[in-house]
């Protein structure tokens, strides 16, 4: 696919809005003092962010005055994937730079934070407020002989005690780690038990869907399975008394103290995030302080465009990396929007709700999400005002092509919308938004500054125009320093690095149209290959869920013994439709004209859901071993499904096929 196939553009910025662009000024101030190119826009920019890849990284510290409290002796010591050294002899602190903006005395009551729960109750944190916590609980810690390194864990929902939790434990030099309360004993303990916390920060329950669901007895497992624990902190969501022996909350943080920043070295961690973990134990992330600090400057501050005019809302939870991207809106001042709650309650509507009250600027959410509001059929343009609203941003999956019609058509025409892919493992994006840029539909509007994104065939030949591995060939400094309990780099390694040596692949299909743009078409991993002819099923599903009848769906391709090739597409349907002959028809007929015949399934087969991984992502690569006859319990991890009793249909179908 070439972008010949789609040259006019949904959306232009206006000259104004590239003047004054953050992306816009930094470039003229970097050709000024740093040799980059002063004409030619972003794709001048970016081509000299990759191939000057030490001076760009020194001119964004530089641009957002990061705060060495030991200077570094050079801006990339050793550049070799796995194990690039970033910044050697610098130490900083993470927590400083996000607390920042309280130092500008106009700014100490303007809110920092923007809570919003269920019922709709608005309550702001401002900047003082936030730092006094901040300072408060940082003390404890150190009080609790928590110490630069040990790592601090919470299990809570997306409320301001986790980020004041979080900028604690990275103030002291601690190590963050957290799960959303929805996770079970199980899920947490397989993610929690790997890095040893010393602390853990626990919410009683949560509220969700209009339900209050109780969490104590969790807590309590949980508790009792990590003997390293020295403290409990007990926040009392839905007004519970501390269990006995346990801190409480309030306690903890209602002193008057100054915040002290522990200086750190650049590579020193400060969280650890942790993959699905569908097959086997969650992989244990670690980022860098220094690496996370001058990424999210980068990716908010000029890829979102961010500023301390702005608010910044991202609908997610604790337990999915776009939370720590969330609270990363604090870096350039941003008015960080939380909102804590069932994305459908009581309706569809409710994002776009939170958006229109809190004067959201900038509204991250799901491309499930977007997609749903389309077969609702609702109008938040018309219904609410969202005049604030500059750019509605997408992840999670690939945004459809009517999912940018439908933002276009049922927001706003002039809205920037910004399909952006990443990943946890390097808690950012490879190729997103670009505000000076137009958006052409299906397509992410560019690779991210200072990211060597390329698109490989099998021998490590780059491709333009046809799909290839998404590969990153220079590092980037969110990039892991490690996984943890991985002592000779050994897991690591073989998760990136083991196709193309020294290499980042990061296991997507993408391809790079002649006009630079992106496309993203899938997990290269569950790619459906027939006949030689490549696709994502991420183009399956943007077809298929088009059909008012089609809920969601979940295709597989298996390749047989005897050298065929079965290719099943699940459906799970819309309430009152029926899979019959004719919807059967309908469903290889859309796929036949819009994708590929030889992409026509084999059968269609109805289920009751489509399972996911905790975070909402379709469960593909567990599903396609069931379907190969592995056993339940070595295929998937259960504490990593949303419901693992849907997987058993999948048991049961592989049986009755052998």
């Known amino acids: 696919m070439t972008s010949a196939a789609n040259d006019a553009p949904l959306w232009q910025p206006g000259p104004d809005r590239v003047a004054a662009a953050a992306v816009t000024r930094f470039q003229s101030w970097a050709a000024e003092r740093y040799g980059a190119p002063a004409e030619g826009g972003y794709p001048a920019l970016h081509r000299w962010s990759v191939d000057e890849l030490g001076t760009f990284w020194q001119a964004l510290a530089d641009w957002f005055d990061v705060r060495f409290s030991t200077p570094y002796e050079s801006v990339l010591g050793d550049?070799?994937?796995?194990?690039?050294?970033w910044f050697p002899g610098a130490t900083l602190n993470y927590a400083e730079h996000a607390l920042r903006a309280a130092e500008d005395a106009s700014r100490a009551d303007a809110p920092a934070l923007l809570h919003v729960d269920e019922t709709h109750?608005?309550?702001?944190?401002?900047?003082?407020?936030?730092?006094?916590?901040?300072?408060?609980?940082?003390?404890?810690?150190?009080?609790?002989?928590?110490?630069?390194?040990?790592?601090?864990?919470?299990?809570?929902?997306?409320?301001?005690?986790?980020?004041?939790?979080?900028?604690?434990?990275?103030?002291?030099?601690?190590?963050?780690?957290?799960?959303?309360?929805?996770?079970?004993a199980r899920?947490?303990?397989?993610?929690?038990?790997?890095?040893?916390?010393?602390?853990?920060?626990?919410?009683?329950?949560?509220?969700?869907?209009?339900?209050?669901?109780?969490?104590?007895?969790?807590?309590?497992?949980?508790?009792?399975?990590?003997?390293?624990?020295?403290?409990?902190?007990?926040?009392?969501?839905?007004?519970?008394?501390?269990?006995?022996?346990?801190?409480?909350?309030?306690?903890?943080?209602?002193?008057?103290?100054?915040?002290?920043?522990?200086?750190?070295?650049?590579?020193?961690?400060?969280?650890?995030?942790?993959?699905?973990?569908?097959?086997?134990?969650?992989?244990?992330?670690v980022q860098s302080?220094?690496?996370?600090?001058?990424?999210?400057?980068?990716?908010?501050?000029?890829?979102?465009?961010?500023g301390p005019e702005d608010r910044f809302f991202w609908y997610t939870s604790t337990g999915w990396m776009m939370w720590n991207f969330l609270v990363s809106g604090l870096l350039t001042g941003a008015t960080v929007v939380l909102y804590d709650g069932s994305p459908g309650y009581p309706d569809v509507s409710t994002q776009w709700r939170v958006a229109e009250q809190t004067g959201a600027t900038f509204f991250g959410t799901s491309a499930a999400y977007v997609m749903a509001c389309r077969k609702a059929g609702i109008h938040p343009g018309r219904d609410l005002d969202l005049s604030r609203v500059q750019c509605v941003a997408t992840t999670g999956s690939p945004l459809p092509p009517d999912g940018f019609r439908w933002l276009h058509d049922e927001v706003a025409e002039d809205l920037w919308i910004a399909s952006v892919s990443g990943g946890t493992d390097v808690c950012s994006c490879f190729a997103g938004g670009v505000p000076t840029l137009p958006v052409h539909i299906g397509e992410?509007?560019?690779?991210?500054?200072?990211?060597?994104?390329?698109?490989?065939?099998?021998?490590?030949?780059?491709?333009?125009?046809?799909?290839?591995?998404?590969?990153?060939?220079?590092?980037?400094?969110?990039?892991?320093?490690?996984?943890?309990?991985?002592?000779?780099?050994?897991r690591y390694h073989d998760s990136y690095f083991?196709?193309?040596?020294?290499?980042?692949?990061?296991?997507?299909?993408?391809?790079?149209?002649?006009?630079?743009?992106?496309?993203?078409?899938?997990?290269?991993?569950?790619?459906?290959?027939?006949?030689?002819?490549?696709?994502?099923?991420?183009?399956?599903?943007?077809?298929?869920?088009?059909?008012?009848?089609?809920?969601e769906s979940l295709v597989i391709g298996l390749e047989e013994p005897d050298g065929g090739y079965w290719m099943p597409l699940f459906v799970h349907l819309a309430d009152?439709?029926?899979?019959?002959?004719?919807?059967?028809?309908?469903?290889?007929?859309?796929?036949r004209e819009n994708l590929s015949p030889r992409h026509v399934p084999d059968e269609v087969i109805e289920v009751p859901a489509i399972p996911h991984t905790l975070t909402g992502k379709r469960i593909e690569v567990p599903v396609k071993r069931l379907l190969q006859g592995t056993d339940l319990a070595k295929a998937v991890n259960p504490g990593s499904v949303d419901n693992i009793e849907l997987l058993h249909f999948y048991a049961d179908l592989a049986r009755t096929r052998r």
């Open 79 to 85: 550049r070799a994937m796995p194990g690039a050294t």
């Open 121 to 184: 109750t608005q309550v702001p944190v401002g900047w003082s407020e936030l730092r006094r916590q901040v300072g408060s609980l940082a003390a404890e810690l150190r009080a609790l002989g928590v110490t630069p390194g040990d790592r601090v864990s919470g299990y809570l929902p997306n409320i301001p005690q986790a980020i004041v939790a979080f900028l604690a434990t990275a103030a002291v030099g601690g190590v963050w780690t957290s799960c959303a309360p929805d996770f079970g």
């Open 187 to 285: 899920s947490v303990l397989d993610r929690f038990q790997q890095v040893e916390p010393v602390v853990l920060f626990a919410v009683d329950g949560y509220r969700y869907g209009g339900k209050e669901h109780d969490r104590t007895g969790t807590v309590a497992e949980l508790r009792a399975e990590l003997p390293t624990l020295r403290a409990v902190v007990h926040v009392p969501l839905l007004g519970t008394a501390a269990p006995e022996g346990s801190l409480e909350w309030s306690a903890l943080t209602s002193a008057d103290t100054e915040p002290v920043f522990e200086p750190v070295p650049f590579d020193h961690p400060l969280w650890v995030l942790y993959s699905s973990g569908t097959t086997g134990l969650p992989k244990a992330i």
């Open 289 to 306: 302080q220094g690496g996370i600090l001058l990424e999210h400057l980068k990716q908010i501050g000029l890829h979102c465009d961010l």
């Open 444 to 490: 992410l509007q560019a690779p991210c500054l200072g990211t060597d994104l390329q698109a490989w065939d099998p021998a490590g030949k780059p491709l333009t125009g046809e799909v290839g591995e998404l590969v990153v060939t220079q590092p980037l400094p969110s990039m892991p320093i490690h996984f943890w309990n991985d002592p000779d780099g050994s």
């Open 498 to 551: 083991d196709m193309y040596p020294g290499v980042w692949r990061h296991g997507d299909w993408i391809t790079l149209t002649d006009r630079g743009s992106v496309i993203i078409h899938g997990r290269s991993d569950s790619t459906l290959n027939r006949q030689g002819v490549r696709m994502g099923s991420a183009d399956i599903y943007e077809a298929v869920e088009r059909l008012p009848e089609i809920r």
């Open 576 to 591: 009152g439709a029926t899979l019959d002959d004719d919807l059967r028809e309908s469903i290889r007929r859309t796929i």
